[in-house]
């Protein structure tokens, strides 16, 4: 066991208004298994890439361990698989790679095939094997889950449940109950750490946001009664500054000298009075902190005319020689929130595409009723940049609401202002996600829409899909989100 020690941590990216860590103190475990958890944008990956010597900083982190950062690059995916094992892992020996593969539940056989012919999924689980064949480091896994079916997050999960010392960045929340025993979360204020699983970590913090709430409330009675007494205090003065020009009740006139030096000294003493209002006002402003601000959702989807809005009658789709999915029959009808769900390599995201009108080589029959509008949310968020402005334009998309559903996904003022391709993939996911709100159909086609995106805003659309209930088929590996939310599960098989 030794500690990583991080003291008085401050950094900003060279171009950017705002620092992302600020004096930032806290010591990690070596030992633990670390679940790394906050909202898009607060620096988890930036914080990852600190510990890997990448940016200068002010502060100190120092550590007796090395750091190794997950997923790895590869540069050559054209080589066998076992080469690039022995890129990463020079030293390791055949029977540790098997041990860990067999683990995986990775057969040998992937060894000898090409990287590039595997499934992300397969490639996930054989570069976290040599991730773990690494001795001496701390290892930083950054959203391993992505390219992951509900199986394989499942059996991941396990294998890194049997392993100790690492950070995981991760929203799936079933994913890390099983797999970590503490929580290093970056709050709106603070970065603070845990003992326990996510689902410790959250009742936590409902419990401290619930105590904050009316800490708050209390605050906001302070400095409002503080507000008003200070405004009290400076009309006060000014009116006693008034009768230096007036007279007295029985008709005499005023002494304007006495008045006024009276009244030089009643202003004296109210502008202290005031300035310890006001200084009082400010001080507990400050507490008010770190409840994350989740405000609800809206949408207004548009009604179809018809009960049923697509129907599928086994659906066959092929690509070349090689079939995807094989007779697939199931209906959307109006209110349906649809799960479909299958292994990699089965066909969801080819299904989705094809409902939405692309061109896709396929048997059987296809019935979408006529003027259906559909809003697609694709995995692939690559293409997009510039301005977020532009982006409502040329979307055709209500810009002022387009932004508002972004303030409620936690983007800043300031984020307004940057280039799209500069956002983190959680953001950029929710610049598709908060277009797609925006648009007036009868039918939501969501493909992984919560990948990099983190957890409150999964709960938000959660409970705006609850609320609004709209018509809405998707592919989710994230369990919560899937069992919460669909009223039916359609499952491919390959």
Known sequence: MSLIKVTNLTFAYDDSYDSIFENVSFQIDTDWKLGFTGRNGRGKTTFLNLLLGKYEYSGTITASVGFEYFPFPVQNKENNTLDVVMDICPDCEHWQLMRELSLLKVSEDVLYRPFESMSNGEQTKVLLAALFLKENMFLLIDEPTNHLDLHARKLVSHYLRSKNGYILVSHDRAFLDNCVDHI?????????IQKGNFSDWWENKQRQDNLELAENEKLRKDIKRLSEAANRT???????????????????????GYVGHKAAKMMKRSKSIEQRQLSAAEEKSQLLKNVESSESLKISQLTYHKQ?????????????????????????????????????????????????GETIAYTGTLRAGSQLKISYVSQDTSHLKGDLSDFARSSGIDESLFKSILRKLDFSRLQFEKDIASFSGGQKKKVLIAKSLCERVHLHVWDEPLNFIDVISR??????????????????????FCNHIATKTVELNV
């Open 234 to 256: 400076s009309h006060w003065s000014d009116e006693v500054e008034k009768t230096k020009n007036g007279t007295r009740n029985s008709g005499s006139k005023v002494d304007k």
């Open 308 to 356: 049923q809005l697509v129907e599928l009658d086994r659906i066959s789709i092929h690509y070349g020689d090689k079939q995807v999915c094989r007779d697939v029959s199931f209906t959307i009808e109006q209110g349906d929130r649809i799960a479909l769900s299958g292994p990699n390599g089965s066909g969801k995201s080819s299904l989705l595409k094809l409902i939405c």
């Open 459 to 480: 709960m938000q659309l959660e409970d705006l899909l609850l609320e609004h209930s709209p018509t809405i088929l998707f592919v989710e590996h994230d369990s919560e």
């Open 184 to 192: 290093l979360s970056i709050n709106r204020t603070n970065i603070e």
